[in-house]
């Protein structure tokens, strides 16, 4: 009777127990599952406004006498930080899935900075920045298919990529976004190509004109920094000039010590003998843990291929600091504007140059 008692009790113990085991890998499998479902979804973005006002010019102008119809404001001729006073410019969620060969990128925006950045979008499209999808075809070949950010240029759309708050006249002038189909190749662990067709430069929705751009890009890159040469060749299409636009672009950066980064931009477009040229280098500098101090250089020349038409030449200096409170940046940024009687002083008087401050405040999370 005992030994029978035991024996029932023993095989009792071995089902709980395998009963238990089972359960236990079951809810490590699911955890281990439910883990890497969300892995591979991401959430970010950011936030972010600014104040700006002109130094020794006006902000706001009344050529005609009549307070009801103020003249625009002068600023300068740079993309997204041009409104007076307090002002805001977008906010921005990019909703990713990075799966182990294909994956997507859904960059929304909305917002003043986020409807200058999609400019040729219309009605619903004007709150997409990116979106595409992406396929790793093997480790070192890889496609992608739909809108994304220009591969051209030092900076971008986004102000968390950005060290300086306002941008270059380089950046303003070139593209923001293609749509189109692109192939990346890592050539070795440091050097990396990249092709691309494109429709014309900024109609992200669609190709109204049956022309297209190709593009290519050159990359190394190091521990230390990188370095990529760009190019685009085509037609951009109706209304613009027939002729095609041809675009090269050298970006580089560098870390020359802990404490010391050096970044320059140089680029040259030309469409049928008109177009534009300049460069610039960024050095920055990390003071202390939450703050570096940047200088943006820039020189700047539009030119057109017509009679009596001089070129346009701007230089533009400007100092930006970067203090962060955890996901909080302020960009404190003073900046000098300088082309042959291109602006007004405070006595509406023709000016070479404009100085102008702005704090920009960026979260992002």
Known sequence: MFIMKTKTVTTLFKKVCLFSLALISFSAIAQEEEKKWFDNFSVNGSVDGYFRTNIGAPNTLDLDNNPDTPDPFQAPGTSFANESGFALGMANVILGYEGEKVGFVADLVYGP??????????GSSNIVNQLYVYWNVTEKFKLTVGNFNTYLGYEVISPTGNFNYSTSYMFTNGPFSHTGLKADFALSDQWSAMVAIMNPTDYTENNPFDTYIVGAQVGYSADSGSAYLNFRYGNEGEPGPSEPTFQVDLTTGWDVSDKFYLGFNGTYLDTDGSGFYGAAIYPQFQLVDSFALGLRGEYFNTFVDTDGVDDVDVTAITLT????????????????????????????????SLSSFVLGAIYKF
């Open 321 to 352: 600091g970067s203090y962060d409170i955890g996901n909080l940046t302020f960009k404190p940024e003073f900046r000098l504007d300088s082309s042959e009687d291109a602006f007004l002083d405070k006595d509406l008087e023709a000016t070479s």
């Open 113 to 122: 900075r986020g409807e200058d950045a999609v400019f040729n979008s219309v």
